[in-house]
């Protein structure tokens, strides 16, 4: 079973910045893609970063230049560094990804629990 875990959320002002770390951890031989979505009250989930294998990055319109989606050197981890945070910003941060299980093509699809991040202004 494969587990993804958020860290790093929280409550800041406009301006400042917060880095999200996403760690997974499980029977993974690799990812097809990995990312961040975020969903604030009365929204629907939205994406905002997103990496595939081949080192594609996608991001919302919304933080694009703001925001920077990066794998860590451990390959089961990934962060979104967020900086000029605005108020609409807040909301539910979650990381998902799609893993590979094994050379077969078995692959996992899932969400993490979530972080918190508020930004006041």
């Known amino acids: 079973q494969v587990q993804l875990e958020e860290s790093g959320g929280g409550l800041v002002q406009a301006g400042a910045s917060l880095e999200l770390s996403c760690v997974a951890s499980g029977s993974i031989v690799g990812f097809n893609d990995m990312g961040w979505y975020r969903q604030a009250p009365g929204k629907q989930r939205e994406l905002v970063a997103q990496i595939t294998s081949g080192g594609s990055t996608t991001y919302a319109d919304s933080v694009k230049g703001r925001f920077t989606l990066s794998r860590g050197n451990a390959v089961n981890s990934w962060y979104l560094q967020m900086n000029s945070l605005k108020p609409e910003d807040t909301a539910l941060y979650y990381c998902?990804?799609?893993?590979?299980?094994?050379?077969?093509?078995?692959?996992?699809?899932?969400w993490g629990q979530g972080t918190q991040v508020t930004v006041s202004s």
């Open positions: 998902n990804a799609e893993a590979r299980l094994d050379l077969y093509g078995s692959t996992w699809h899932g």
